[in-house]
Nanobody
Framework: QVQVVESGGGLVQAGGSLTLSCAASGRTFTSSAMGWFRQAPGKEREFVAAISWSASMTYYADSVKGRFTISRDNAKNTVYLQMSSLKPEDTAVYYC?????????????????WGQGTQVTVSS
């Protein structure tokens, strides 16, 4: 199993930057693909970014490509999401997920483990 806890959310002005962290525990973390998703009020949870277990492959939603960077440090059991040039439409609760497997997926249905989420609010 994998347990995950997100942190780093907050209030930031448009154009600003923020880095989210996802601390994971469990012996399968280093072999688990990880992903970030977000959910705005009244909307479905949507894919933001994903990274393979070895960090050799990363994937991004078109809406964040070029602005967000996902990375991981397996020695620290942590996944990061660096966000820059933030826009008001990036406002959402951001969730970190683990698939529990090496397979990377862009669908939230493939993620078996989730954190409680961290709020990101971008003011205009």
């Amino acid at each position: 199993q994998v347990q995950v806890v997100e942190s780093g959310g907050g209030l930031v002005q448009a154009g600003g930057s923020l880095t989210l962290s996802c601390a994971a525990s469990g012996r399968t973390f280093t072999s688990s693909a990880m992903g970030w998703f977000r959910q705005a009020p009244g909307k479905e949870r949507e894919f933001v970014a994903a990274i393979s277990w070895s960090a050799s492959m990363t994937y991004y939603a078109d809406s964040v490509k070029g602005r967000f960077t996902i990375s991981r440090d397996n020695a620290k059991n942590t996944v990061y999401l660096q966000m820059s040039s933030l826009k008001p439409e990036d406002t959402a609760v951001y969730y970190c997920g683990a698939t529990g497997r090496t397979h990377v997926s862009l669908s939230p249905l493939s993620y078996d483990y989730w954190g409680q989420g961290t709020q990101v609010t971008v003011s205009s």
